[in-house]
Every structure is written in structure tokens, then in C-alpha cells.
């Protein structure tokens, strides 16, 4: 069974980059699209970015000056940066893949999430 | 970027009631990108509907997908206590991805 499990950076301080880490077990991470949602407050569910294993990328076009998403096929995981991060970016992030489903894609499988809160 | 309205924002019901739940786009929407998700306290999202109509994988026969152009539905026939939960529309196409702001189903 495919398990995504994402990194507790917990708290950032406002102007700060944060950094998360989604690490994939069960299954390779190559072959596959990968992306990362948020849910914050202000905004509710939030896509922030999605990246095929070999590195192409899309971004949302709302955070798209701050954001960073890489992979890293060895380790089996991928991983996000925010940059100048605010209250606003206050929230819950998931990873998930994203697959093929006939003429679809879809969010298969999901980690948890894990709650970052932008305070100093 | 593609809005979803969902309706009502709240819909209180008893199990084996009927559950209708809106969405509109703010502009046409492909059928094939347009899916349902379900959300329990401290969970992640669960998609349930992808396609406009297909239930994902291990998804019970009671919950429908319908709809196309701007207007989708979620139905819910028959609705069970592990059913009360947030349910959320979402769009995509080949640059943006977009959640609704999401219904939630409550006794």
C-alpha cells in the first residue's frame, strides 16, 4: 500500500522560507505526477503545485513567484519551498500523486498533512 | 482562473435522507476534469468522484456524480452516519487546479 508521509517544520517565521518534505513508501516515485495542496483559513483547499518525477513542473499561477517543488528519485521523496511566507500561508499541507485514470487525473492517494503555522 | 460555488454551505439531514449537493464553475467546465472529495475532522481529503460521474475506487454505489457545462451534482441516496463530513468540488485543466469552498453535511 502506497503511503505518503510529509515532514513537521511546525513553526515558521513570517518573511522565512518553508521547506517540506513528502517521502513515498510502497511504492516508486518514478512514473508518476506528484503534487502538493494546502488548506488554510483564509483560502480553504488550495493547490499549490504539481511536478512529474523527471522534473516538469506547474505551479498555481497565485504562488508561483514563491514556490519551489523538486524531487528526488534516489531518496523517494519530493519536497516544497515557500518562500517570504506570511499568516496567510498558515495552514495544513498534503502531498499526494496524482495519477492517469482513463481521460482524467486524479489525487489517489494523500499523507496525512501536517500543520504549519507562520508566527514569530 | 475557473471559480466553484458550492451550495448550501451547510446541509443538516438525518441517516437514509437524500443528500443534493451543488457546484457551479464560473466558466464550462471539461467533464472529465471535474471531481468530488470527502473530508472527515483530521483527515485528508478522500476523492469520491472523478470524472463528473466515475466513484473512485472502494466508493459505496450510493454517492452519484452528475452534471456538465457549469452546473454539477453530488448525490448522496441514502446517507449513512459515516457520510456526515465536508464535501468539496474541484476543476482542473492543463495550468490550474480549483477547490470549492466546500458543503458540509451534518445531523
Known amino acids: 500500500q502506497l503511503q505518503l508521509h510529509e515532514s513537521r517544520p511546525g513553526l515558521v517565521k513570517p518573511s522565512e522560507t518553508l521547506s517540506l518534505t513528502c517521502s513515498v513508501s510502497?511504492?516508486?516515485?518514478?512514473?508518476?505526477?506528484w503534487g502538493w495542496i494546502r488548506q488554510t483559513p483564509g483560502a480553504g483547499l488550495e493547490w499549490i503545485a504539481t511536478m512529474l518525477y523527471s522534473g516538469t513542473t506547474y505551479y498555481n499561477p497565485s504562488l508561483k513567484s514563491r514556490v519551489t517543488i523538486s524531487v528526488d528519485t534516489s531518496n523517494n521523496q519530493f519536497s516544497l519551498k515557500l518562500t517570504s511566507v506570511t499568516a496567510a500561508d498558515t495552514g495544513v499541507y498534503y502531498c499526494a500523486r496524482r495519477r492517469q485514470a482513463g481521460s482524467s487525473w486524479i489525487f489517489d492517494y494523500w499523507g496525512q498533512g501536517t500543520l504549519v503555522t507562520v508566527s514569530s | 482562473e475557473i471559480v466553484l460555488t458550492q451550495s448550501p454551505g451547510t446541509l443538516s439531514l438525518s441517516p437514509g435522507e437524500r443528500a443534493t449537493l451543488s457546484c457551479r464553475a464560473s466558466?464550462?467546465?471539461?467533464?472529465?476534469?471535474f471531481d468530488w472529495y470527502q473530508q472527515k475532522p483530521g483527515q485528508a481529503p478522500r476523492l469520491l468522484i472523478y470524472g463528473s460521474s466515475i466513484r473512485a475506487t472502494g466508493v459505496p454505489d450510493r454517492f452519484s456524480g452528475s452534471g456538465s457545462g457549469t452546473d454539477f451534482t453530488l448525490t448522496i441516496s441514502r446517507l449513512e452516519p459515516e457520510d456526515f463530513a465536508v464535501y468539496y468540488c474541484?476543476?482542473?485543466?492543463?495550468?490550474?487546479?480549483?477547490f470549492g469552498g466546500g458543503t458540509k453535511v451534518e445531523i
Open positions: 474541484e476543476r482542473y485543466d492543463s495550468s490550474s487546479l480549483s
Open positions: 510502497g511504492g516508486s516515485i518514478s512514473g508518476y505526477y
Open positions: 466558466q464550462s467546465v471539461n467533464t472529465n476534469y
